[in-house]
């Protein structure tokens, strides 16, 4: 028996809007699972019924094997981390942390040990006695995360904690999170737009979209093995680009160039016949240049972007476009036309209608 599972869970508010839509998912003790999707996608209401701040309108939450869904926040012994720091600000860091125990009525002397070793974990040793205050952004996030582990509870709840810090705190928190699981090894549920965030923290993603979830898995199998187009579009900076087409003799049009979709649809090629499908490929997958076993194709360079260690160059044939990620020594000149190809194997084709990927 895993150690939380939703089965079939749905939030229906009393105006008739339905957030969440028959939620499946079974996670593993010490599992670090992140729900990742665009806002109004129905992450952060999953979420909060998971700690009981949002009634299960159907369906069935178990922990242990235990039906959940009566449970109030206390007894479900789960502690959460709001984007909002939620910090009492006349309160030193020590007291911050030390604030659940303190309420339990838990000894001085353990409260001040558990307090040091939390603070040792998060590197706010010399911080103790400030106020909130006198902290940095990054500094003040892992006071509240210290404030939920000191708890010693058995799963972790994380509501987009790093948006409100800038880009270089984002990354330096990210990789103490991640310590932070290692060294805890609590079960831990994140929630998260950010779909780096998701890929560098996870052990399995789940992908939502309108309150539905799109595909469940680890994040390599997201990245290389995505359901849907949304997931492809989704996973992956620069996005995954996308060919509309309708299949005429076994290809379709990119610009002025005649895309084989024959050979990868194999034995389905007849049946996709005069149908739209979706041809994807991701940007760094690209070479310039002719190769062997590859689909080539021609573009003009519309703009192109430096970014130091690859170059991003954004490309129209006719009225497509997509974006090449490039070695930054090759960078190509704007408006020139330049050939490159797409390896078979770096090919994605998905159905035109239901847009799931075509196997």
């Given at each position: 028996?895993?150690?939380?599972?939703?089965?079939?869970?749905?939030?229906?508010?009393?105006?008739?809007?339905?957030?969440?839509?028959?939620?499946?998912?079974?996670?593993?003790?010490?599992?670090?699972?992140?729900?990742?999707?665009?806002?109004?996608?129905?992450?952060?209401?999953?979420?909060?019924?998971?700690?009981?701040?949002?009634?299960?309108?159907?369906?069935?939450?178990?922990?242990?094997?235990?039906?959940?869904?009566?449970?109030?926040?206390?007894?479900?012994?789960?502690?959460?981390?709001?984007?909002?720091?939620?910090?009492?600000?006349?309160?030193?860091?020590?007291?911050?942390?030390?604030?659940?125990?303190?309420?339990q009525g838990v000894d001085e002397e353990v409260i001040e040990e558990k307090v040091k070793n939390t603070a040792r974990i998060l590197g706010l040793t010399d911080y103790l006695d400030r106020l909130p205050r006198a902290l940095s952004g990054g500094q003040r996030q892992r006071v509240a995360i210290g404030r939920a582990i000191i708890r010693k509870v058995g799963v972790f709840l994380m509501d987009e904690p790093l948006s409100n810090l800038d880009a270089k705190q984002r990354v330096t928190m990210r990789s103490e999170i991640a310590q932070i699981h290692r060294e805890t090894g609590a079960t831990t549920i994140y929630v998260t737009h950010d779909q780096t965030e998701a890929m560098t923290l996870a052990d399995r993603i789940v992908v939502m979209k309108d309150g539905y979830v799109q595909q469940i898995g680890t994040p390599y199998e997201l990245y290389y093995q995505p359901a849907n187009v949304f997931v492809a579009g989704f996973i992956g900076e620069p996005p995954m680009n996308f060919v509309r087409g309708t299949v005429k003799g076994g290809g379709i049009s990119f610009g002025k160039n005649a895309i084989d979709v024959a050979k990868k649809l194999g034995g389905k090629a007849k049946q996709y016949e005069g149908r739209e499908i979706v041809f994807g490929f991701r940007p760094e997958a690209v070479v310039l240049g002719k190769q062997d076993k590859a689909c080539q194709l021609e573009a003009v360079v519309e703009l192109t972007e430096m970014l130091g260690d690859?170059?991003?160059?954004?490309?129209?044939?006719?009225?497509?476009?997509?974006?090449?990620?490039?070695?930054?020594?090759?960078?190509?000149?704007l408006d020139s036309t330049i050939a490159f190809s797409i390896p078979d194997s770096d090919v994605y084709l998905f159905d035109g209608e239901s847009e799931t990927v075509i196997r």
């Open positions: 028996m895993s150690y939380l599972t939703l089965k079939n869970i749905n939030k229906i508010y009393p105006n008739g809007y339905h957030a969440v839509h028959n939620f499946n998912l079974s996670i593993e003790k010490g599992e670090f699972i992140v729900f990742v999707g665009p806002s109004g996608c129905g992450k952060s209401t999953t979420l909060r019924m998971i700690a009981g701040l949002e009634d299960i309108s159907n369906g069935e939450f178990l922990m242990n094997g235990k039906r959940a869904n009566e449970l109030g926040p206390r007894e479900r012994e789960v502690a959460m981390v709001f984007q909002s720091y939620a910090l009492y600000p006349q309160m030193t860091v020590f007291d911050n942390i030390a604030f659940g125990l303190t309420l690859n170059a991003n160059v954004y490309i129209t044939a006719g009225e497509d476009k997509a974006i090449l990620k490039v070695d930054p020594h090759d960078i190509p000149a």
